[in-house]
């Protein structure tokens, strides 16, 4: 996989490069005991939850990943910095960088397995039969972590052998063998196209249920136009999240992995670089975001929160009234 400390030979602007490292490396920084606090508790939460149903499974994936994903910040933050060790760097372009990435696409994957499982619930009952299936959705968690960690990041950390003797030119890149460099592409392009397919379905399944709770309401005869807005209101908080977070970095992933790989040089090449930092960073703020989701979406989820708080002397100002359940 790509790494986030890539460096170009190019003198042009040399220093707005070192200022954009420093500046998106304390970003990194200052997300990190956010997205810390956010994801020990929803660790918390989840560990006294019981896996009764297919949302919380795929849920407490999710928790792990990003929890992971979260664990990677310092050291890749830290790769950044001008100045810092070789083998800092270096351990970074071997392990760190490369579990951030890997986690990021667990997330989108189980994303979208949540998607899946909210359609079969709601639109396809039917569907209950496997969708709903609790060992339906271990297996499928199982795989996502097997293909993503066994066929991603394991070949990557291994075939990111050598000495690194390049410090200052596409400095992850020249760790890699020239295996490792032909797996990068396939890999970037690989996860490009997941990206994609998770996108196109996570909207078809919101759109798909947003329509039939809407029908219902119709059907019924309901005037609730409360639960009306809070049903567009959940849907579009969950597009949106993801489409902010992951969209840009997904525009801009590929045009930079071709910078990469092929050394590009030049100055009118270092837009590829600034956009892509920046968009990574937003897509790590996915791991403050997600925390946040989980109250909106899962009430059990929500109401062991407030138990756990309330045993603890603490109070929240909200309720789980009207909204949907994880059964």
Wanted: aromatic share 12%; hydrophobic share 50%; charged share 15%.
């Amino acid at each position: 996989m790509a790494n986030t400390t890539a460096h170009f030979s190019s003198n042009c602007d040399r220093v707005g490069h070192v200022t954009l490292n420093v500046a998106v490396s304390c970003f990194y920084f200052i997300l990190f005991p956010i997205a810390l606090l956010l994801n020990g508790v929803a660790a918390w939460v989840s560990l006294n939850l019981r896996s009764t149903s297919t949302f919380i499974v795929y849920l407490k994936n999710l928790v792990v990943s990003d929890l992971l994903m979260t664990l990677t910040l310092p050291p890749v933050a830290a790769a950044m910095l001008p100045g810092m060790a070789v083998e800092l760097r270096a351990f970074d372009c071997r392990f760190s960088s490369v579990i951030f990435y890997c986690c990021l696409y667990t997330s989108i994957s189980l994303m979208g397995l949540i998607s899946l499982d909210r359609f079969f619930k709601i639109v396809r009952p039917f569907g209950k039969l496997l969708g709903q299936n609790v060992v339906f959705s271990l297996v499928m968690s199982a795989l996502v972590w097997l293909v993503l960690f066994g066929g991603t990041a394991i070949p990557t950390i291994i075939l990111t052998d050598r000495n690194p003797v390049n410090v200052t030119h596409d400095f992850c890149m020249s760790l890699k063998s020239p295996a490792g460099v032909t797996l990068n592409k396939y890999v970037v392009l690989s996860m490009e196209v997941l990206f994609w397919l998770v996108s196109v379905l996570i909207s078809f399944c919101y759109i798909c249920i947003t329509l039939k709770v809407l029908q219902s309401f119709r059907t019924s005869g309901s005037n609730n136009s409360q639960g009306k807005k809070k049903t567009k209101l959940r849907v579009f908080l969950i597009l949106f999240v993801f489409f902010v977070c992951f969209v840009p970095l997904h525009i801009i992933r590929i045009p930079y992995t071709l910078h990469e790989i092929h050394a590009i040089d030049g100055c009118n090449q270092t837009w590829v670089a600034i956009a892509h930092k920046l968009a990574l960073w937003v897509s790590t703020t996915n791991t403050c975001l997600d925390p946040l989701l989980y109250i909106y979406l899962c009430r059990e989820y929500r109401d062991k929160l407030v138990d756990m708080l309330k045993a603890r002397g603490i109070h929240l100002g909200f309720n789980s009234e009207g909204e949907e359940t994880s059964q």
